[in-house]
T-cell receptor, first 113, second 115 residues
Framework: DGGITQSPKYLFRKEGQNVTLSCEQN?????MYWYRQDPGQGLRLIYY???????QKGDIAEGYSVSREKKESFPLTVTSAQKNPTAFYLC????????????FGSGTRLTVV | AQSVSQHNHHVILSEAASLELGCNYS??????LFWYVQYPGQHLQLLLK??????LVKGIKGFEAEFIKSKFSFNLRKPSVQWSDTAEYFC?????????????FGRGTSLIVHP
């Protein structure tokens, strides 16, 4: 079945450590996105990529970094510069530059202690 | 930049009650509109979408939404809710920005349906 795989589902890290969240899709979608979901705040866009080797900052990119070396993969690194990293992170992908909807992964819940 | 407002943050209903969740957006150009649902412990799923044509859109599980351009609204409705509709609902708007279509989501509405 085609879809988006996010791993791990739960992640615990110590404060000050960088951590990388994985996102892989086998939908042959060109565009991929990272969102952060916090209670009462909906989904906020961190980074997006419309094509391999290119990505753009979203609304809350500070403290995060991404890469897009392959069409199927769009990993997100939460750096120690992110002041409040504990959150639920969602990866999504879309075809045709997102004009027709988005497919979401099941998310990674990151807890920084 | 576009923005999306969902006015109902928490809704509690009894089974068989009717549901209407409000969604307003701010963007002057052509938009695509979506409603997504997130059941407890599950990933976001597309309920329905509007691109053009008939402003009354029917989605999965008996949901429908009406696009009213003059009011910049895309309210979600269901005539009779079930306990299994308990979930979080997100309205999203997708407008062209420099050739890209980046979706903006509302803050979500948490729906609890009592049996």
């Amino acid at each position: 079945d085609g879809g988006i795989t996010q791993s791990p589902k739960y992640l615990f890290r110590k404060e000050g450590q960088n951590v990388t969240l994985s996102c892989e899709q086998n939908l042959n979608h060109d565009a991929m996105y990272w969102y952060r979901q916090d209670p009462g705040q909906g989904l906020r866009l961190i980074y997006y990529s419309q094509i391999v080797n290119d990505f753009q900052k979203g609304d809350i990119a500070e403290g995060y970094s991404v890469s897009r070396e392959k069409k199927e993969s769009f990993p997100l690194t939460v750096t120690s510069a992110q002041k409040n990293p504990t959150a639920f992170y969602l990866c999504a992908s879309s075809a045709v530059r997102g004009a027709y909807g988005y497919t979401f992964g099941s998310g990674t819940r990151l807890t920084v202690v | 930049a576009q923005s999306v407002s969902q006015h109902n943050h928490h809704v509690i209903l009894s089974e068989a009650a009717s549901l209407e969740l409000g969604c307003n957006y701010s963007y002057g150009g052509t938009v695509n509109l979506f409603w997504y649902v997130q059941y407890p412990g599950q990933h976001l799923q597309l309920l329905l979408k509007y691109f053009s044509g008939d402003p009354l859109v029917k989605g999965i599980k008996g949901f429908e939404a009406e696009f009213i351009k003059s009011k910049f609204s895309f309210n979600l409705r269901k005539p009779s809710v079930q306990w299994s509709d308990t979930a979080e609902y997100f309205c999203a708007v997708n407008a062209a920005t420099g050739g890209s279509y980046i979706p903006t989501f509302g803050r979500g509405t948490s729906l609890i349906v009592h049996p």
